[in-house]
């Protein structure tokens, strides 16, 4: 069985001597063990805990993919780490142990790729668009990005270092429309929220988020949306403790049914 690229990178770095010595156990390995990290016993399907580090519009979308991966591969786990991508790509940086990146946007993931830290090049699995998220019936009868202007309206958006914050300041530049935010939060998730416990009467956020929330909320679409979409690329990590289940659960997302999850979700295809 060929051996993966992350094997030959690792053969690589521990130098000539080590790998031999490596290349020789493998080479007396009982049969099967050379479907290595991630395989069930039997070499045949992924097991163990695959560790994935997603963007927070991602969690009801990858957390459905998860229960999937799980029912199909029985000795596997999906273990989620939810959040703003640009700390999430900070911890990985740091060398937090992690199999799968999920980022919101590109900039984040160009952090980890920059180092050197992904087992090849990252690929779009989906694309997001903002929408205005108020309370049911939009009691302020907010209809357009201008109307956010408005300074009796308390409006939050996501900080600026998270991908739907810089989305968001790319539209209201795109609109010529000046607002003044009670409050960045640090991530979509946090936004939405504040929405939802009426702290703030609108705040821009992911339209997948909106439908999330179900009746809760209630979305405003704007034009300059379309101007400010975002990209959503994913990578096995370099370092992955799981690179076989890892390379499974990628497989699962970038399929037929993981487009057909996300397309229900409200993301774009790539």
């Not at 790509?89 to 920059?114: C, E, Q, R």
């Not at 909106?210 to 300059?224: C, H, I, K, L, S």
Request: contains cysteine; negative net charge.
């Amino acid at each position: 069985m060929p051996r993966s690229a992350a094997w030959t990178r690792r053969l690589r770095r521990i130098g000539a001597p080590a790998a031999g010595a490596l290349l020789a156990l493998s080479a007396c390995s009982a049969p099967g063990s050379e479907a290595g990290p991630g395989a069930g016993a039997d070499g045949a399907g992924p097991a163990g805990t695959v560790t994935v580090f997603a963007a927070a519009s991602l969690k009801e979308s990858f957390t459905e993919l998860g229960e999937r991966f799980e029912k199909a591969h029985p000795g596997a786990r999906v273990a989620f780490n939810f959040g703003g991508s640009d700390t999430l790509a900070a911890g990985i940086a740091n060398g937090a142990p992690a199999d799968v990146f999920a980022a919101a946007g590109p900039t984040p993931m160009k952090l980890v790729t920059d180092q050197g830290l992904t087992d090849g090049a990252p690929s779009t699995f989906a694309r997001n668009r903002l929408e205005i998220a108020t309370a049911p019936g939009n009691p302020h009868r907010i209809d357009s990005l201008q109307d956010l202007a408005d300074p009796g309206l308390k409006v939050v958006l996501c900080d600026t270092t998270v991908p739907c914050g810089a989305a968001a300041r790319t539209a209201l530049t795109a609109g010529g429309v000046d607002v003044s935010p009670a409050s960045y939060e640090r991530d979509v998730k946090s936004a939405l929220t504040k929405v939802r416990l009426k702290e703030a009467d609108a705040a821009v956020v992911y339209r997948t988020d909106v439908r999330a929330a179900g009746d809760t909320v209630e979305g405003v679409e704007f034009p300059e949306a379309g101007r400010a979409v975002n990209d959503y690329p994913l990578a096995v990590l370099d370092n992955a403790p799981n690179p076989g289940a890892a390379e499974a659960f990628v497989r699962l997302v970038t399929s037929a049914e993981g487009r057909k999850v996300l397309g229900e979700a409200g993301f774009l295809a790539p």
